[in-house]
């Protein structure tokens, strides 16, 4: 299975910054998706990004607010646009494969005070 | 639509089993189940497809109902590395996007 690595691991940002999240994939996919999860809550995907095309957000969640990068098959960005205390939860990135399932980066706790 | 899980909670002392459901009210194409440990990211565990095809975990079990929609994860002999909390993710289409649950918290005591 692939192996992600995400980064910053954390951070505490001032309301009104921006915070840009970083994932790496040590090979080449198609489809990675970022998903954001409040402490002790469940999983709510955020969009899904694809090389080459724009990102599809879901309900609830718009570009302007949450841009998204995919550069090549290895590497996306998910960008945090003038934060609100309300946006303080852990950000993950993810990729999928039919034999492995889903592969978690290690997750952004982003605390916005 | 989010799907239903239950028990929200529960717990078992090492060596005893327990099941956990999943349930969707539309129809699926493929069921995930994963595990996740206090600040760590979840581990996949099955993914259950629509068909009848299994892949995952050896030491796990699970079971796809896809007339009704329903998913449930065996736990049979239970050790303390079970502990965390179980998330199933549904698929309504063949296009890898997942809507999970609202996780079961197993504990698993001595």
């Known amino acids: 299975s692939a192996v992600i690595s995400q980064k910053p691991s954390r951070d505490i940002c001032q309301r009104g910054t921006s915070l840009t999240i970083q994932c790496q994939v040590d090979s080449q996919v198609t489809m990675m998706f970022w998903y954001r999860q409040q402490p002790g809550q469940s999983l709510t995907l955020i969009a899904t990004a694809n090389q080459g095309s724009e990102a599809t957000y879901e309900s609830g969640f718009v570009i302007d607010k949450f841009p998204i990068s995919r550069p090549n098959l290895t590497f996306s960005t998910l960008t945090v646009s003038n934060m609100s205390p309300e946006d303080s939860s852990i950000y993950l990135c993810s990729v999928a494969d039919r034999d492995y399932g889903y592969t978690f980066g290690s997750g952004t706790r982003l605390t916005v005070v | 639509q989010q799907p239903v899980q239950s028990p929200q909670a529960v717990i078992l002392r090492e060596g005893e089993d327990a099941v956990i459901n999943c349930s969707s009210s539309?129809?699926?194409?493929?069921v995930h189940w994963y595990r996740q440990k206090h600040g760590e990211a979840p581990v996949f565990l099955m993914i259950?497809?629509?068909?009848?095809e299994q892949k995952g975990h050896d030491k796990i079990s699970a079971s796809f109902n896809e007339k009704k929609q329903q998913s449930s994860l065996y736990l049979t002999a239970s050790q303390l590395s079970y502990s965390g909390t179980y998330f199933c993710?549904?698929?309504?289409?063949?296009?890898?996007?997942?809507?999970f649950g609202k996780g079961t918290l197993l504990t698993v005591n001595p």
């Open positions: 539309k129809a699926l194409y493929s």
């Open positions: 993710g549904t698929e309504g289409g063949s296009n890898y996007k997942l809507t």
């Open positions: 259950l497809l629509k068909g009848g």
